[in-house]
């Protein structure tokens, strides 16, 4: 009888142990999409302002710098922007903008001369530089002009 109290309690930790996960990886951060601006400001002139009015940003909640060089970003169309040599600092967010630009340590610019994201509905996918999924994020709304992920 003693011992299977023993392991009673011992699945009873095991349990404990394996519910506490899933908040100890929350708590660790994630780098993720965290919001998407699908639908430029006013007319779809094509010009630079308007392109750059179409943005994506990447936000790192982790406790560690992350290297996105080589990284993607997709929409459903599979337009495709490769990330350059580029690192993001814990708790720093990066803007990836359409159209064309200077790249800072803030903002990163696919240098496209046409739009990406649909106004209606689309998905962002961020893959790690060997290709694996890393996140996404959709949306299916034309009453709002960006999605918070």
């Known amino acids: 009888m003693p011992r299977t109290r023993h392991l009673t309690a011992?699945?009873?930790?095991?349990?404990?142990?394996?519910?506490?996960?899933?908040?100890?990886?929350?708590?660790?951060?994630?780098?993720?999409?965290?919001?998407?601006?699908?639908?430029?400001?006013?007319?779809?002139?094509?010009?630079?302002a308007s392109l750059n009015g179409e943005r994506v940003q990447i936000t790192n909640s982790t406790?560690?710098?992350?290297?996105?060089?080589?990284w993607t970003l997709t929409d459903a169309s599979r337009h495709t922007y490769t990330f350059p040599t580029f690192t993001l600092k814990p708790g720093k967010t990066v803007t990836v903008k359409t159209g064309r630009g200077t790249n800072t340590s803030t903002v990163l610019y696919q240098q496209r001369g046409a739009y990406v994201w649909n106004n209606d509905k689309d998905t962002a996918t961020l893959r790690r530089a060997g290709g694996?999924?890393?996140?996404?994020c959709a949306y299916n709304s034309t009453r709002y002009d960006y999605k918070t992920c």
């Open 10 to 48: 011992g699945a009873a930790i095991t349990a404990a142990t394996l519910l506490l996960l899933p908040g100890q990886a929350h708590a660790a951060g994630a780098l993720r999409i965290s919001k998407i601006w699908y639908d430029s400001p006013g007319s779809d002139t094509g010009s630079t």
């Open 132 to 136: 694996a999924l890393h996140h996404t």
């Open 63 to 70: 406790t560690g710098t992350v290297s996105l060089k080589g």
